[in-house]
């Protein structure tokens, strides 16, 4: 519990921070060359895969997974977009020596988050983002875990602080209408204890599911 509202408190610290860094740059950049420039709201939705970025847990390794991304922002000013997003991302966790699917980790996560898109002219649109939340965390586990441990075997997994930072381009299909493409690396990492039968088995680890993700999809502007 200690783990977690500490979590939260850097968590309001950097959600703050963004709020500032967009007011601020906003009220200084002023003017611009958007081809959308009557359109204030930005609706994205966008999907691809998802890779571990480093080893999840000792003994533990993750396949390519796969990541939905939905979010919703406005626009301060022609260059400071804010707004906030949800995903979800899924991987499955294998024991390589020992061929055993340990189950599926799945994490929703909610980013605020801020845009910061340099002039630009015609149809293609580049920027950077930077964005603060919070990652849930669950392990549903595979029935042959159960299986080795002859009986109930579980993950419990923390709620952990979410940072991701991505680039990307949108190119102006119609001025409502974007395609989208962002590269993107989000932080989480916290505890995973086992649990049941399996605890007795397992010391507490952590489990290091940040992940480079690649995201591609639609956005609307209205």
């Known amino acids: 519990m200690k783990r977690v509202k500490e979590g939260y408190r850097i968590v309001l610290v950097l959600v703050l921070g963004i709020v500032l860094f ?42 390519v997974g796969s990541v939905l991304n939905s979010s919703l922002a406005y626009k301060l000013s022609d260059t400071v977009v804010m707004g906030a997003s949800i995903d979800w991302e899924s991987h499955d966790l294998e024991a390589p020596t020992s061929s055993l699917t340990l189950g599926r980790a799945s994490t929703i996560s909610i980013i605020p988050f801020v845009e910061i898109r340099p002039p ?12 603060a939340g919070a990652n849930f965390n669950t392990i549903a586990e595979d029935g042959a875990l159960n299986n080795v441990c ?14 991701r930072i991505g680039a990307g381009i949108d190119y102006l299909v119609t001025p409502a ?46």
């Open 120 to 131: 630009h002219a015609g149809q293609i649109a580049p920027y950077g983002s930077f964005g």
């Open 22 to 63: 967009a007011s601020n740059a906003a009220a200084m950049s002023q003017g611009g060359g958007h081809s959308m420039n009557d359109k204030k709201w930005i609706f994205s939705i966008r999907g691809g895969p998802s890779f571990f970025s480093k080893k999840s847990a000792a003994g533990v390794s993750a396949p």
């Open 150 to 163: 002859i009986g109930s075997c579980s993950f419990d997994s923390d709620i952990t602080v979410a940072i």
């Open 177 to 222: 209408i974007s395609f989208n493409t962002e590269l993107s690396w989000k932080l989480n990492s916290g505890a995973l204890d086992p649990e049941g039968n399996f605890g007795a088995l397992v010391p507490p680890t952590r489990l290091n599911a940040s992940a480079l993700s690649v995201l591609l999809g639609l956005r609307y502007n209205f």
